[in-house]
């Protein structure tokens, strides 16, 4: 029965995800007609389930890492997990600020694994939350040199080619990185280690259901609110966002692809002018990031402990 509520927890996480996710990793893209919207969603959803295929380091640090959720209780403290991480999340977005899933569930599964006495790797965490940290900081540093060169040495038609290149890039960064954290939580729920195809694909649909709904909304967020956008900046935000993430995903450490990109507009922006990003929009989605993995944890932390409480009466 606790695998059948995780089964179903893990299908509208990976909803969810999609809502959140889908739009911003198409909104840098939105203003140049090279990646059409229909055919980028199609494309991430096929890098969704086929990437992990060839790599799945950031899920198994999701599954094996942090908490030891194969001890008994591991799967309720799982489920609690994931609604904490939706729970934040909702009530985040439901206030204008979405944020990052990826750190909701690392608290949501931090918080869930210590309420319910599972051994939790300190080290590990911090090691997840220094990562974390860095991804939109390099993500920015990177789009501020990229963004120049662009600027510098590219035509109106060569942007075209770099906006290809770089949505391609991102999307493979999502699939091996951001997006594991969806196919995490099957791990958990139906104890099958490696990624094979029909559980991928089954990952990669329902992320695309939730895409299709969530792309106005969070698409907007990033591509019209946080900077005076155009074109190259979102070129050099998905090419500075699929290299940091890319490189954590190499080390098996999860960073949230919405972070990447949200550094790479602002540093993008910032280095044609810091009056080009609209701080005050920046500081509202950097305060939303600060209070989601405490928030989360905090939440899983007294569901688990509560529950364990009840069960063993």
């Known amino acids: 029965m606790d695998a059948v509520v995780l089964i179903v927890v893990a299908g509208l996480f990976a909803v969810v995800s999609g809502v959140n996710d889908g739009g911003a990793l198409l909104a840098t893209g939105l203003k ?27 899920a198994v640090t999701f599954v094996t ?49 210590l309420g319910w006495g599972l051994p939790v790797s300190g080290g590990a965490v911090a090691q997840v939350l220094a990562f974390g940290v860095a991804a939109p900081v390099v993500g920015g540093l990177l789009a501020w040199v990229l963004i120049r060169m662009l600027v510098a040495v590219t035509a109106a038609r060569g942007l075209a080619h770099w906006h290809r290149a770089g949505f391609l890039l991102q999307t ?44 106005p909304k969070a698409g907007r967020t990033l ?46 922006g910032a280095s044609q002018g810091g009056g080009r990003v609209r701080w005050y929009v920046a500081l509202k989605i950097g305060a939303a990031w600060t209070l989601t993995l405490p928030a989360s944890g905090l939440l899983a932390w007294g569901l688990a402990f509560l529950v364990k409480g009840l069960t063993s009466v």
């Open 32 to 58: 140049l007609p090279a990646v059409r919207p229909a055919t980028g969603l199609l494309a991430l959803v096929v890098m969704v389930a086929v990437v992990p295929l060839v790599t799945h380091q950031v």
């Open 65 to 113: 890492r942090l908490a030891a959720f194969d001890r008994p209780g591991g799967k309720i403290a799982t489920t609690l997990a994931v609604i904490s991480a939706l729970a934040v999340a909702a009530v985040l977005s439901a206030k204008g600020r979405p944020t990052s899933l990826t750190l909701a569930i690392v608290g949501g599964l931090t918080g869930a694994g």
């Open 172 to 215: 493979v960064a999502y699939a091996a990185n951001d997006a594991q954290k969806m196919l995490a939580v099957f791990m958990i729920a139906l104890g099958f280690t490696g990624a094979p195809l029909v559980y991928t694909s089954s990952v990669a649909l329902l992320f695309a259901l939730g895409a299709l709904y969530g792309l």
């Open 223 to 268: 591509s019209r609110e946080i900077i005076v956008f155009r074109p190259p900046h979102g070129v050099a935000a998905e090419l500075a966002a699929g290299v940091a993430a890319i490189g954590c995903a190499g080390v098996g450490m999860p960073v949230s692809m919405t972070q990447a990109i949200a550094g790479g507009l602002i540093g993008a």
